[in-house]
């Protein structure tokens, strides 16, 4: 077999250790991969075989960045399938990121509002051969940040500009609560079988955050003293809080016997934004405290609202689909909580949970570490919600053909 340079592309010696026209060391088992579709290409070559994406030599040689461009997206690809196949889909991962926010900064009329907040009741949620089976093009949860943003800042206003401390508690509250929130009114946006009121979501977020937080100090009796929130214990932490707030998701998954993935994204949302909420504001209350300053206090709210994006609500609703997908249309039992699907996605939450937790310093000035998880736990609702899109689809299919 001829042996290539990584680097160049020059052929070399059957026994050559490094390339004699750039000295790259020469390395068994190298590969090269189309920056487009991911697969394996023969360096010589100036266009995939699998995808016929042109590849861009330099001077001779393959450009390195579109080979990291290749790994890059051959691991996203990897990552997004095994998630797909986890919830029991299979087949191609489509994420329409253009679609699904294609709506969010238009204009839209009072009747478009009113039609959202009666949907979900029993007699305006659609029959599943009426479905629509797209991409959801969510817009309401937009303004509802907008106007919280609005809140919060009359309340800080208060307190800067009047020293009115009796604004102080509503800041808390709001602070903690604008990107939850709006997580959540996304997510319910998105839920395309539209069969989950706003009543019953306004009521999960709140009782069921409240039930998390109770789950979850039982669990911490379990698990025994965490003490400093080193490495082990930030993993101890992680497993409390994530079983936590996942029983309190099964007994609403179980209540109404919900089987849509997009369900289980929901109503984790829901669990894990509410459990955000109490907590930031506890952390909020306690740095007030401690420090008796309120511009801590503020900077406590803004960093902890900022990474909200990737934090408790993303990571329940992650684990929320993966108990709906392996669940089914059958009733919650013991069996699928012992499903090894569901376990998997279970632990992956708790592994993203732990290493924010863990006290690791390289990048810490710009949180560095939360970004990379943030994207990944984002990236991992937007394949389930592709999952779920597919699972809908596929109901409504039989829906019809045993309509007909």
Not at 55 to 62: L, M, P
Not at 158 to 180: D, R
Not at 238 to 258: F, H, P
Not at 306 to 326: C, E, F, P, R, Y
Request: proline share 2%.
């Amino acid at each position: 077999m001829k042996r290539i340079c990584k680097n160049c592309g020059n052929e070399l010696n059957e026994n050559a250790k490094f390339c004699s026209r750039c000295g790259t060391k020469y390395e068994h088992n190298q590969e090269f991969v189309c920056s487009k579709c991911g697969n394996k290409i023969n360096p010589n070559t100036n266009f995939c075989a699998y995808c016929g994406e042109k590849i861009i030599h330099d001077n001779g040689s393959i450009d390195k960045t579109s080979n990291i461009q290749g790994y890059i997206k051959k691991g996203v690809n990897s990552f997004t399938s095994t998630l797909d196949n986890m919830a029991g889909e299979n087949g191609e991962v489509e994420i329409d990121i253009k679609k699904l926010f294609s709506e969010t900064f238009s204009s839209h009329t009072l009747e478009e509002r009113e039609e959202l907040f009666v949907s979900g009741t029993s007699k305006t949620t659609p029959k599943e051969e009426n479905m629509i089976v797209e991409w959801p093009t969510p817009w309401l949860y937009a303004r509802v940040f907008l106007m919280l943003c609005v809140v919060f800042a009359g309340l800080y206003f208060m307190i800067q500009g009047f020293g009115n401390m009796n604004a102080i508690p509503g800041a808390m509250f709001i602070g903690a609560m604008t990107v939850p929130f709006s997580l959540v009114i996304f997510f319910w946006e998105a839920n395309v079988p539209k069969n989950i009121s706003i009543f019953d979501v306004v009521s999960i977020f709140f009782i069921g955050g409240v039930l998390s937080l109770i789950s979850t100090l039982f669990m911490y009796e379990i698990v025994g003293d965490i003490g400093e929130l080193d490495y082990y214990g930030a993993v101890l932490v992680g497993i409390a809080e994530e079983v936590g707030k996942i029983i309190v998701v099964g007994y609403y998954i179980k209540k109404k016997n919900y089987k849509y993935i997009l369900n289980g994204l929901l109503l984790g949302a829901c669990v894990g934004a509410g459990f955000a909420v109490f907590e930031t504001a506890g952390y909020a209350f306690n740095s007030l405290l401690s420090s008796t300053s309120i511009a801590i206090m503020m900077n406590t709210l803004l960093i902890r609202g900022i990474l909200a994006i990737g934090g408790h609500t993303v990571w329940t609703a992650i684990a929320g689909a993966g108990l709906i997908s392996v669940k089914g249309e059958e009733k919650l039992t013991g069996k699928h909580w012992k499903n090894v699907n569901f376990l998997r996605f279970l632990i992956f939450v708790i592994i993203l949970h732990a290493i924010w937790d863990m006290p690791i310093s390289f990048g810490s000035e710009y949180f560095l570490v939360e970004w990379i998880l943030t994207a990944i736990a984002v990236l991992a609702v937007l394949t389930l919600l592709n999952s779920g899109l597919k699972q809908v689809a596929n109901i409504a299919e039989k829906a019809k053909l045993n309509k007909n």
